[in-house]
């Protein structure tokens, strides 16, 4: 397992949840260094992974086991990749929409406020959209959508005011310019919660994570067998909130649909009816677990 790339986190509460079959089909749809898909691969004997990852560093990591099809593409086209691949469904699903520590501890990919380098962003280094024609080339409007919708930050109007002034006097291309140009209205208070918060939206909004992940939903349900087990790891409460909604209604708005006797229907049996969270000595071993949440639906229509 490659740790000097991600560490997996919940690897073994998120394997388990999957309740394996050795000879299933599983889909690990962010393969990122390869923890989750190796633990799957242990409790496979003649059954098959598919992998996905976006990221041509991850596919530096992919395994080399007849067993494995990795597909270096974005898992919100999961359904028509398994279709390539003639795979009409799957036994299980799992997601970890954590962002790798590589791409946090990699200055070159600007991912992180502890380095200067081009505030990039890019998952996906063949786009040609990063955060700097992000910064650069966005309305005022769409940066408040963005620091607004994607970082649930209170002066995102603000924010996106003094880059607009700033860029407009030089345009805005690596993390210490970012830095300098909202210094005036980050708060001293929780000043990395605050980054934390502004750089998540501007990942988000480059990497269209939420759009994304919707899809990646849809097409799970699309994908699954009945009593096939969706299992996901969220980070952050926007994303936490999509798959809540979706395993308890079977769409990301949550709404609750009944049938004429007003019986609830829904296409999913929650497996956890509360998020597992990692424990104590897996957050004192790797700090950035802190925030998981692992949800668990199965299939039932």
């Not at 990039?120 to 280094?125: F, V």
């Not at 009945?226 to 790891?233: E, P, S």
Request: net charge positive.
């Amino acid at each position: 397992m490659n740790e000097t790339y991600h560490i997996p986190v919940l690897l073994s509460e998120s394997v388990d949840a999957l309740n394996i079959n050795p000879a299933g089909i599983y889909v690990d749809a962010t393969f990122g260094g390869g923890g989750h898909s190796r633990e799957i691969l242990k409790r496979l004997t003649t059954g098959q992974l598919v992998a996905f990852d976006r990221d041509s560093d991850a596919e530096a990591n992919k395994i080399n086991d007849e067993r494995v099809i990795f597909i270096r593409n974005n898992f919100r086209f999961l359904y028509n990749f398994l279709r390539f691949n003639k795979i009409t469904e799957v036994d299980g699903i799992l997601a970890d929409l954590g962002v790798s520590s590589h791409h946090f501890d990699d200055a070159s990919r600007g991912f992180s406020f502890r380095y200067n380098s081009a505030i990039d962003m890019r998952m996906n280094k063949d786009s040609d959209f990063s955060a700097v024609r992000l910064l650069n080339e966005y309305s005022e409007r769409e940066l408040v959508r963005v620091f607004r919708c994607y970082g649930e930050l209170s002066n995102a109007s603000q924010l996106a005011k003094i880059i607009v002034e700033k860029r407009n006097e030089k345009p805005i291309k690596t993390v210490k310019e970012f830095l300098s140009t909202i210094k005036p209205i980050t708060p001293k208070k929780d000043e990395n919660k605050f980054l934390a918060k502004a750089f998540q939206s501007l990942r988000i909004e480059v990497n269209q994570e939420k759009d994304a992940l919707e899809q990646m939903l849809v097409h799970s349900f699309k994908s699954l067998k009945n009593k096939g087990r969706l299992v996901v790891i969220t980070y952050h409460s926007i994303e936490d909130r999509l798959v809540k909604n979706f395993m308890r209604s079977g769409n990301t708005d949550g709404k609750i649909k009944k049938d004429f006797y007003g019986n609830i229907e829904c296409p999913f049996k929650l497996i956890t009816r509360k998020a597992i969270v990692p424990s104590k000595s897996e957050i004192e071993k790797n700090s950035r677990a802190r925030s998981a949440k692992l949800r668990v639906a199965e299939k039932i229509k």
